[in-house]
């Protein structure tokens, strides 16, 4: 999942817990992030997502950044 800030972009690792109330995921290596800006694409985090996937060898991918989003939805109506 691609997590973009005003100013930087991030990439995380597989997703094993979801929180849509509180907008936390929890990432296969435990990290924590809060998700509390606009979803989306730059040349920033393409480029990071690439380097990313080489870094660690990533053989395939799917950009889930659509469900998530659907479903911080549903908590905000």
Do not use: C
């Not at 380097?51 to 908590?75: G, H, L």
Request: charged share 25%; glycine share 2%.
């Amino acid at each position: 999942m691609e997590i973009q800030a005003l100013t930087s972009a991030r990439v995380t690792s597989e997703i094993k817990h979801f929180d849509p109330k509180n907008r936390k995921i929890t990432t296969r290596s435990g990290r924590i992030y809060t998700l509390h800006r606009i979803a989306g694409t730059s040349e920033d985090s393409a480029f990071i997502l690439e380097t990313w996937k080489q870094n660690y060898q990533v053989i395939s991918d799917t950009d889930v950044t659509y469900e998530y989003v659907q479903a911080i939805r549903k908590f905000l109506h």
